[in-house]
DNA sequence: GCGGTCACATGA
DNA sequence: CATGTGACCGCG
């Protein structure tokens, strides 16, 4: 045998201390089973975690080792090259590896291991009434409780425990027990081959109903799930059990795959025809494939171009050649009239990955990938992470929206993933957007992406009148409503032609606050700071913080100048419904917002009542933006423009910008004419002027400008450390320390610039105080290294004073 | 990340 | 000195 091999694991702690491998020794007979992706489970102290291998050493490098104790999988769960990946995650992301490769795998895949106790015959002396009497009672009470499970219940049990394994009165065990279970049906299959059954059959004497599931059974070769016997024969299981007994069937069990979505049958749907411009896209897509070099496309389409069709040929073609396909959708717009049109082109070789899966279904898509059940995969944010083993076609649709960035760590942004894998495999990544994000449009621009442009409407219809509306001019002529005169008249006409109306209520950042008209108060949470919003429920006026829950009644009075002129103010969706109750009584309403679609599948539901003209109105936030479309909407209203211009952040523009086009794209998809009223007190911002013309490559332009002079993305890249701590001054002391240390090392540097410290946005969350320190620079290599040592340093700090510091690279939104 | 251990305070 | 408590050490 060749010199041995040790192997390298990163042990699941999420914790920069052990953020390295381990070396492990692999038993001989595990020598042909463990390779690069292996999910083990070792000794780690006194302890036994679960971890990956990462790679091998040879003898000669290892100081200190022990044996692995258990190799957890059949088939390694991470392939190489994800394991390359979960690598370049932590440095791109400043993450430890072993967060990277949880992120990469579906929760539900991390096993425990507990462990099972055993007295040996040697009982040890206890005092009666002591600890020790306790636990040996409980030992012969439950003696299947593990280790954990007692500890847990008294922690002090923990030094005796430990003291008796020493002594050897306790024998300890481990058992692994799998986070998401493979799941199994029981199946029936009859031992009795043609000599012995008609034998048997006449054994049976009078019993028929066992004889007829006797010959059911022997008419089957495979083996056939228990509950359709017995539901095929209406035969109850009570009938089985003598049958089991004589040894003339056996039950087996099988392991099935959950399927969220049922297979979709009948014909497969077939491609539709082409029109010049998509083929024309299609043709530069599939050669990139073809050609199996990396290669990034902006597919920058205006709503109704027919993307979808370009991606669905894309994916196809990329499929037939053996390769697999990754799509991308924003997780909102991930519905199930999506998924089974992509189930209706390609049936069976789908695997749909959304947070609204179980575990177990999450468990069980995967698997499908891993095991090459399927070649194509649709879903959100994380399915970028599909373990496929050769990805010809990654496509990242609306892939300006900010849902493709993960919020907790590691942060990633899932465009910037995909090109990284696209580098491994030799694929081809299409960003697909009618409003792309300004950095994407800018490498375009600067020749480092391929840019298809699809500028007409497949169906060739005009693209909807827009008008904005002056509200300042309304408050003036005396019109206090929320809706103007033109906005009025327009949906007045609507309701009597049947047609049907959308209000978009844009409410990003401030909804509803409440103040006082006398003396400017404002209703805040005592925890957060954040303007407590409006809520009506059954009567009752409540005031609800957003961030943490904290709800208190509407005041009658303001508590500041005792005045009586408290109002809520801004608009939520509940008033605009109340207004519209009054306006138009006679309307139906379909309201869309988090409170209406908490309950799952509410969503599609609401959407699915508005298609069938159950109501005139759809009225909704962000949700109702994206993705719908409605043959008999012919007129769609924006309450507010401003609220999204107002907000902290440097994308405020380009959001709006996104959001006002996308949301007027809704009109006029197909025969009827469209029409749209954008309302707002700045109808001279350039945000809604180049909306309002539908005009991306102006607005482009102009924007681009903004974000030269000061700095911002595309020219710089941002991340932000986030101090947080329960301590405002603690908070803001590591907080300095962060800005010292990138001061002092990016002192001289001017390809960086470092904002001080300052309080978060939102700088009170859930009772902690949050300060920011923002960094930009121009390439992320020549200060990554730089960052970490600040943040790895700094973060240890934070966590001695109680609090902690995190670290949002290339951050998309400053919060 | 966390169990173990070590240094030190507290109390009789 | 026994016991409790908090910091920090090191895991292969």
Redesign the pocket.
């Given at each position: 045998m060749s010199s041995k091999r040790?192997a390298?694991?990163i042990?699941e702690?999420?914790?920069?201390?052990?953020d390295?491998?381990?070396?492990?020794?692999v038993p001989d007979h595990w020598q042909q089973q463990v390779e690069i992706g292996t999910r083990v489970l070792?000794?780690?102290?006194?302890?036994r975690?679960e971890g990956y291998i990462v790679g091998f050493s040879m003898a000669a490098e290892?100081?200190?080792?022990?044996?692995i104790l258990e190799v957890l999988d059949d088939e390694p769960p991470l392939t190489p090259d994800l394991v390359q990946l979960a690598g370049w995650l932590s440095e791109r992301y400043l993450c430890?590896t072993?967060a990277a490769v949880q992120a990469l795998l579906p929760s539900g895949m991390r096993a425990k291991a507990s462990t099972t106790l055993r007295l040996a015959d040697e009982l040890p002396f206890v005092q009666p009434g002591s600890l020790e009497a306790d636990l040996l009672q409980a030992l012969y009470e439950s003696p299947n409780k593990t280790k954990e499970q007692l500890?847990a219940e008294r922690p002090e049990w923990?030094?005796i425990l430990?003291a008796w394994v020493a002594a050897g009165i306790l024998i300890e065990s481990y058992r692994i027990k799998q986070g998401a279970q493979v799941k199994t049906i029981t199946c029936l299959r009859c031992t009795l081959d043609a000599t012995r059954f008609p034998a048997a059959l006449e054994a049976l004497g009078r019993a028929k109903k066992q004889k007829e599931v006797l010959a059911f059974l022997f008419d089957r070769d495979d083996a056939v799930p228990m509950k359709d016997v017995l539901s095929e024969l209406s035969a109850s299981s009570s009938t089985l059990k003598p049958l089991l007994e004589k040894g003339y069937i056996q039950k087996e069990e099988q392991e099935v795959l959950r399927d969220p979505y049922g297979i979709v049958h009948g014909q497969k749907e077939q491609p539709l025809p082409l029109t010049e411009l998509q083929r024309a896209a299609y043709d530069q897509i599939a050669a990139a494939v073809d050609s199996r070099k990396p290669e990034t496309f902006l597919l920058q389409g205006v709503t109704g171009s027919g993307k979808t069709e370009v991606y669905l040929q894309a994916i196809a073609s990329c499929v037939a050649q053996g390769r697999q396909a990754i799509m991308l959708v924003p997780e909102i717009s991930l519905t199930p009239q999506m998924v089974e049109r992509f189930k209706k082109r390609f049936g069976d070789d789908v695997a749909v990955m959304h947070s609204r899966l179980s575990a177990g279904e999450k468990f069980d898509e995967w698997r499908r990938i891993r095991q090459g059940d399927v070649t194509i995969v649709v879903g959100a944010r994380s399915a970028i992470f599909a373990p496929f083993h050769s990805i010809g076609l990654m496509i990242v649709d609306e892939e300006h929206e900010v849902s493709y960035k993960q919020d907790d760590h590691p942060k990633y942004l899932a465009r910037e993933v995909a090109m990284y894998r696209a580098r491994q495999h030799g694929a081809t990544v299409v960003l697909g957007s009618a409003t792309p994000a300004l950095e994407t449009r800018w490498w375009a621009h600067q020749g480092q992406i391929r840019r298809i442009e699809m500028s007409e409407r497949v169906m060739g219809q005009r693209l909807p009148k827009v008008k904005v509306i002056d509200m300042r001019n309304e408050l003036q002529e005396g019109n206090r409503s929320m809706f103007s005169t033109v906005l009025q008249k327009e949906m007045e006409k609507r309701l009597e032609t049947g047609e049907q109306i959308i209000l978009f209520l844009n409410r990003r950042g401030f909804a509803t606050f409440v103040l006082c008209r006398s003396c400017g108060y404002v209703a805040r949470c005592p925890e957060c700071e954040i303007p407590l919003t409006f809520h009506k429920a059954r009567g009752l006026e409540q005031l609800r913080c957003h961030y943490c829950g904290y709800a208190e009644r509407m005041p009658n009075i303001c508590p500041d100048c005792q005045g009586d002129h408290v109002r809520h103010f801004g608009t939520g969706t509940q008033r605009v419904e109340e207004e519209l109750n009054r306006v138009f009584p006679e309307a139906n309403v379909i309201r869309m917002d988090v409170d209406t679609t908490s309950g799952k599948g509410s969503h599609a539901v609401l959407l699915q009542r508005f298609r069938n003209q159950e109501a005139q109105i759809l009225l909704g936030t962000q949700m109702i933006a994206k993705g719908l479309d409605f043959p008999n909407v012919t007129l769609v209203g924006v309450i507010s423009a401003d609220t999204s211009l107002f907000v902290p952040d440097f994308r405020a523009a380009e959001r709006t910008f996104q959001l006002l086009t996308q949301v007027a794209g809704r009109a006029g998809r197909h025969q009827l004419p469209g029409e749209v009223v954008i309302q707002s007190y700045n109808p001279q911002h350039y945000a809604v002027q180049f909306a309002k013309k539908q005009e991306y490559e102006n607005f482009f332009q102009h924007e681009i400008r903004v974000r030269h002079a000061v700095h911002n993305p595309p020219f710089r890249e941002l991340t932000a450390f986030t101090s947080v701590n329960v301590n405002e001054t603690e908070a803001l002391r590591i907080a300095r320390t962060v800005e010292d240390r990138l001061r002092i090392l990016f002192q001289g540097r001017d390809d960086v610039i470092i904002l001080g410290t300052s309080p978060a946005p939102l700088s009170r969350l859930q009772g902690k105080f949050r300060f920011n320190v923002v960094v930009k620079y121009v390439r992320f290599k020549q200060v990554g290294a730089s960052i970490r040592t600040v943040y790895l340093e700094a973060a240890q700090e934070a966590?001695?004073a109680g609090g902690y510091l995190s670290i949002d690279v290339n951050a998309q939104m400053i919060l």
């Open positions: 040790f390298e694991v042990v702690l999420k914790s920069s201390q052990v390295r491998p381990f070396h492990y020794e070792v000794p780690f102290g006194p302890r975690l290892v100081t200190k080792t022990k044996p430890t072993a500890i923990r030094p430990r966590q001695k």
